[in-house]
């Protein structure tokens, strides 16, 4: 018997394997939008029970608490009291999402017998009953109002965030980039959202909140702070650079997270040898969106003047020896504990839009703490620019 089919089935088995895999996800997938629209159209029929039944005090209580006792009775666990109560803040929050799903499904509701806000008209329960009934292709048509990638973990997370643009954009993003529910809070928890405010006028925020991080220059790639909580360090005058360094390597997954989409590691500790000296760059990625280098630059103390320098030389050179002729110019990063940002201003040519320095911080602040340090650098931009310009412009 020839050898050549056994030899074969490793491959087949790879390829087998690489479609129940698929196969799998797609179901969770299926699954999890399934369910996510099955609690919005829970929460729909609690609103309408509530609001066309009786209006006594204590009448929502107790008609969650009855609810929560049936449904329990005869599907299990998940039904809960306060399960049924965020069912009913999902549909609040998310109740725009009406038009998307009737849209969905419509031609297949029957003649309006009452009018309810947001133009949908239906009696209670008959909206959900012909999403449902013959499920498969209607509810799949009713699951277009939400994200197939997220679950109802993603969306219990992102009904937290009262900030409406900023729970847009958590979504776009989640979605976009394939976030765990821990990737997501971890994002939420550390005000990514504001963090990336500061580089973008009005405009830019609302473009951030329809259509997510689309980075088209190299200042939208920046936050200010950085936090990379993840790599459980001491605060930075415990810190070596050489340790900092090894840190993020460690935990370059979730640092590709914190430097936001379109970053690719190159390498680390790059050697640069001119006239037979030798340079090292810490760390370089490589934006697969906007065509360049980005080359970082780890610093556990306060910006020095030379730090700009040393950056710039770094930049000129992959500009010139490394850059290929469709590559844009590169991007010199360098994030420090500390920065004097007049200094940063006058040591840096007028106009410079290569090199940046950002701050980091190693362990999570309180939401309270990093809005009071947000505030506070808004108000030193504002005031610098008001010197400047006399008037404080439209942000």
């Given amino acids: ?93 998310y109740s725009n999402r009406i038009s998307e799903i009737r849209h969905a499904v419509r031609g297949e509701l029957p003649a309006p017998a009452n009018h309810e806000p947001n133009g949908l008209q239906s009696t209670p329960g008959e909206f959900a009953r012909h999403c449902l009934a013959n499920s498969e292709q209607k509810l799949r048509k009713a699951a277009s109002g939400f994200a197939p990638e997220l679950s109802w973990t993603h969306y219990a997370l992102l009904m937290r965030v009262e900030n409406e643009p900023a729970r847009s954009f958590y979504e ?18 550390s005000l990514l959202f504001e963090r990336l405010l500061k580089s973008r006028n009005k405009k830019g925020v609302m473009a951030l909140a329809r259509k997510g991080s689309q980075p088209q220059r190299p200042v939208d ?21 050489s340790r900092l360094e090894q840190a993020l390597v460690d935990h370059m997954r979730q640092f590709l997270l914190e430097l936001g989409c379109g970053f690719a590691f190159v390498a680390r500790q790059q050697r640069l040898t001119l006239d037979g000296d030798h340079f090292y760059v810490d760390l370089v990625f490589y934006h697969t969106r906007l065509k360049c280098y980005v080359l970082v630059d ?34 010199g990063l360098i994030l420090c504990t500390d920065r004097n940002d007049a200094m940063v201003r006058y040591t840096l040519p007028v106009g410079q839009k290569q090199i940046f320095a950002a701050r980091y911080r190693v362990a999570l602040p309180t939401e309270k703490e990093l809005v009071t340090f947000l505030r506070r650098d808004w108000q030193l931009v504002l005031r610098e620019h008001e010197m400047a310009y006399g008037t404080v412009r439209e942000q």
């Fill in 221 to 241: 790639i920046l936050k200010d702070p950085f936090v990379l909580e993840f790599l459980n360090l001491p605060e930075s005058h415990h810190l070596v650079e």
């Fill in 298 to 331: 780890l610093k556990v103390g306060k910006l020095t003047q030379q730090d700009l320098g040393q950056m710039q030389l770094y930049v000129n050179y992959y500009d010139r020896d490394v850059c290929a002729k469709d590559d844009n110019p590169t991007v």
């Fill in 172 to 189: 776009i993003e989640a979605a976009r980039e394939r976030w765990s529910s821990r990737d997501l809070e971890r994002q939420i928890n």
């Fill in 1 to 93: 018997m020839s050898a050549k089919p056994v030899a074969r089935i490793p491959r087949l088995f790879d390829r087998v394997a690489r479609i129940l895999e698929e196969a799998r996800a797609s179901v969770v997938r299926t699954v999890n939008t399934h369910m996510v629209v099955a609690y919005w159209l829970i929460g729909r029929e609690i609103v309408q029970e509530e609001q066309g039944g009786q209006r006594r005090a204590g009448y929502g209580d107790t008609l969650l608490e009855d609810l929560s006792r049936r449904l329990t009775e005869r599907y299990g666990k998940g039904y809960s009291t306060p399960n049924l109560r965020n069912f009913r803040e999902f549909y609040h929050v």
